[in-house]
């Protein structure tokens, strides 16, 4: 039984930095089809359209029928531990970094027989496990077994904290505390375990309510943050970049109409100047020190969350030039994750629908609550899933898009419903 993750040690600063080394992440075209399930938490496997069958590793055609129409469908795990070895050399740098390794050899009920990571829970074969797939620190889909029943100190066992980037004695900042979803993301990140919480306020004159009671908690640190501020964020960075081990971007502007609503450019320009130059200002200051810092022992460097929005996917027009900063900061996400990806950071995207707060008064519900989407963010740290789509509007919308992304537009254009 993995016992409670204990504090580790403080960095020894006069050791050498470990240089970080990816675990294997070539994979074919065929097989990112179990990536792409995994980055959105789910374990899928191909499953034929012409004889149902279920078949692992992932192939062009169906195993048994030669069909090759494979649909990826999502897969319980549910299965037996048939064999269990612990590696105790490897030739691969990542891995025998991290030996002894345990691996076993799992029949899924489901049909195929894989090989997977064990988690340390997980005893001796024969047993009933369940499989998983996992994003490892490459980005890539791994398959782990996990114990059938939830054990205790689950997440605080070793395979889990590589796979993830659970908060537990981490130091996170989050950009701005002023807000509602701020505020609930610190709390959530503070109830995880989260060693230091810096909090970012732009304007530190201003009285706000709810911030000072976070001040209050011991965890957190108020910090001067403006992201619309090259110097304010240089600044910050300057001062705990080296210490930062997850970025949580949260800082938005996000106010209501489109095109014709209101006059002239300026309230476009702050939410471009916010929301996506603020972005990249962080991923500029931040993002350096954070990939020199991942190879950091148990609770190195290992995350950045941006929070995006459903409205990032396709333009919803009564929200229209908001909708277009959240898709400019969706693409330039998606060349922070290609960017850190070599050093096995990860980047989280949060796609939120409408959230109870003052800019979505005039929607109506259903609305994901601030205590909703923090604890979605806290729990893809901690599962390493790369796209989250808290709530169910944002749930509904993402079917659509994925549907047909021509018949969303056309219905958000005549108001969303
Ligand atoms: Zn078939």
Not at 60 to 71: D, G, I, N, Y
Not at 101 to 109: E, H, K, M, S
Not at 313 to 322: A, C, D, V, Y
């Amino acid at each position: 039984m993995s016992g409670p993750f204990v504090k580790p040690p403080r960095k020894n600063p006069v050791l050498r930095t470990p240089r970080f080394n990816l675990p294997p992440a070539a994979r074919g075209r065929v097989a990112l089809g179990l990536t792409a399930a995994a980055a959105q938490g789910k374990f899928a496997l191909q499953v034929c359209d012409a004889c149902a069958a279920v078949q692992y590793p992932p192939r062009e055609a169906c195993l048994q029928c030669l069909s090759p129409r494979l649909t990826w469908r999502a897969q319980t795990g549910e299965g037996t531990l048939l064999a269990a070895t612990t590696l105790r050399h490897s030739n691969d740098l990542y891995f025998r970094d991290r030996l002894p390794w345990r691996i076993g050899t799992v029949a899924l009920d489901a049909g195929p027989t894989v090989i997977a990571h064990l988690h340390g829970d997980v005893g001796d074969a024969p047993q009933r496990v369940r499989v998983g797939a996992r994003l490892d620190r490459s980005g890539q889909a791994v398959l782990v077994g996990l114990p059938y029943q939830e054990s205790p100190h689950m997440a605080d066992d070793r395979l889990m904290r590589e796979l993830g980037s659970d908060p537990r004695f981490r130091k996170v900042l989050v950009t701005d505390g002023k807000s509602a979803v701020g505020q609930a993301i610190v709390r959530a990140l503070v109830k995880a375990g989260a060693d230091i919480v810096w909090v970012g306020h732009a304007e530190p004159w201003k009285k706000l309510d709810g911030l000072d009671a976070i001040a209050e908690l011991p965890q957190v640190t108020l910090v001067p943050l403006d992201v619309g501020s090259e110097r304010s964020v240089t600044e910050l960075a300057g001062e705990i970049g080296g210490k930062v081990d997850i970025v949580i971007n949260n800082a938005e502007v996000h106010r209501t109409f489109g095109i014709g609503g209101r006059r002239g450019t300026d309230v476009a320009k702050l939410e471009m100047e916010i929301n996506y130059f603020g972005l990249l200002r962080l991923a500029q200051a931040f993002g350096p020190a954070l990939k020199g810092r991942s190879a950091d022992g148990p609770a190195h460097a290992t995350a950045w969350v941006n929070l995006l929005s459903i409205y990032a996917l396709s333009n919803f027009p009564s929200h229209g030039t908001f909708s277009a900063s959240k898709a400019a900061a969706l693409s330039l996400a998606q060349c922070l994750r290609a960017e850190m990806a070599p050093a096995g950071i990860r980047v989280i995207n949060v796609f939120p629908g409408p959230i109870d707060d003052e800019w979505d008064q005039q929607v109506p519900p259903p609305k994901v609550s601030p205590q909703a989407l923090a604890s979605a963010i806290v729990g893809a740290l901690r599962d390493g899933v790369e796209d989250v789509y808290p709530g169910d509007i944002a749930q509904e919308w993402l079917q659509r898009w994925r549907d047909n992304p021509k018949v969303l537009e056309r219905e958000l254009a005549a108001g969303g419903s």
